[in-house]
Structures are given as C-alpha cells and as structure tokens.
C-alpha cells in the first residue's frame, strides 16, 4: 500500500484534496468567465449576447466565492490555480469553436460532463466545501439556454447535427484526455474517491449514462 493510498484511508489526505479540488474548480470559473465573454460576441442578436454576458457574470461570482474559500482555509488562490493552467489552456486551445453553435455545444457537453465529475467528487466532501461546490456548479439556465438554442437549430436546418455531433465527440476525447493528465499530476483527487471505496466502474457508467441522455435531449447522436 503507498503512502499517499493509507493517507487518503486515515484521512489525512482529506485536506489537501480539498485544496485540490477548489483551487481546480476556481480555475474553471475564471476561464469560464473568459470564455463565455468572449462567445457572448459571437451571438446573433443582442438578446443572446446579454444572456451569455449574465452567465459569464456569474462565473466571476463563482470564482470569487471558491477563492474566498480557499484563503480561509490558509491557502493561496494563485497557488492552488496554478497546477491545473496547462491542462485546462490546453483543452481549450484545442477546441476553439468556429461559430456560434460550437460554442454552445461545448458549453453544454463540456461543461456537462465536468459539473457530472465535481458532483460525484464533491459528493464525499464534508459541509461546508461539499455545500460550496454543488452549489457553484452550472445552475440548469446554463444548459437549458444552450440545449433550446441547439434544439431550435437542428430543427431549422437538421443537417447542422450531423456536423455537431462530430464536435461534441472531439470535445468528449479531450476532455478526457486532459482529466487524465490531471488524474496524474494531482493524485489526490483519484485517492479521495477511492479512499470513500467509491465504484470506479460504476462511476464511469454514470458519467457515459448522462452524457448519453444529454446528447440525446438535444437531437446529437452519441
């Protein structure tokens, strides 16, 4: 048995995944505030560029409630940021949307099966953190803006799903690939799991089940 697995089963670890996970999901916002900014100016009209601008809005709350957080448990928010930079600038660099639909597909699948991932992890946290973190993930205005906007899409022109699809499956594998390299560098996130004898099979079938169904709401093909 390794140090790091007894540490995570006596509990010693607990602190430091904590720490982990936040200074993980204080990231995300901040690049999700960037990033929806900057769809909210691909947007056709003006209406849908000041929703877009609300939720970016609320990003930067998130990001601010996260990193509060993290400074009253003794630790620095650009500290705890820092080891996910590379993983997360990389994910999005690589899937840079082309258009409007992109856009909102990649904030629909991607940030789907994120906020699927934190909720199963943030789900063997104690309160208060455990609290912290469900509560800032995407609220359902998120999705169901982007899934009626897709919806209305396909309907207008289906071919338009077909080339959508395409994406959302590139978005999936990089998005994996990226939570691999992160699995990696910052063990303690898999170990907290595993110390809680969380089902790692289970999980992923949980996470591939709602994906499915998401993908399927909107009209993409898995």
């Given at each position: 048995m390794s140090d790091l697995t007894s540490a995570?089963?006596?509990?010693?670890?607990?602190?430091?995944?904590?720490?982990?996970?936040?200074?993980?999901?204080?990231?995300?916002e901040l690049v999700a505030f960037d990033r929806m900014a900057a769809d909210a100016r691909l947007a056709p009209d003006l209406r849908r560029r000041a929703v877009l601008s609300e939720m970016a809005a609320r990003e930067i709350s998130n990001y601010r409630r996260l990193a509060d957080r993290l400074v009253e448990l003794g630790a620095d928010p650009e500290g705890a940021m820092a080891p996910y930079v590379r993983a997360v600038s990389d994910y999005h660099e690589q899937t840079e949307p082309n258009d409007w639909l992109e856009g909102l597909t990649k904030a629909y699948v991607g940030d789907g099966?994120?906020?699927?991932?934190?909720?199963?992890?943030?789900?063997?946290?104690?309160?208060?953190?455990?609290?912290?973190?469900?509560?800032?993930?995407?609220?359902?205005?998120?999705?169901?803006?982007?899934?009626?906007?897709?919806?209305?899409?396909i309907a207008v022109d289906p071919k338009v799903a077909n080339r959508l699809s395409m994406w959302a499956r590139r978005l999936v594998g990089e998005a994996i690939s990226q939570s691999l390299r992160v699995a990696g560098e910052r063990p303690s996130l898999g170990l907290l799991l595993a110390g809680q004898g969380t089902d790692f099979q289970a999980l992923i079938k949980r996470l591939t089940t709602a994906h499915t169904a998401r993908m399927g709401a909107v009209g993409l093909n898995n």
């Open positions: 995570v089963r006596a509990g010693d670890l607990d602190s430091s995944a904590v720490l982990d996970l936040l200074g993980m999901l204080a990231y995300g099966i994120a906020d699927d991932f934190t909720r199963e992890v943030a789900l063997v946290l104690a309160a208060p953190d455990r609290d912290l973190i469900l509560d800032v993930l995407h609220d359902s205005r998120h999705a169901d803006f982007a899934a009626d906007e897709l919806r209305a899409a």
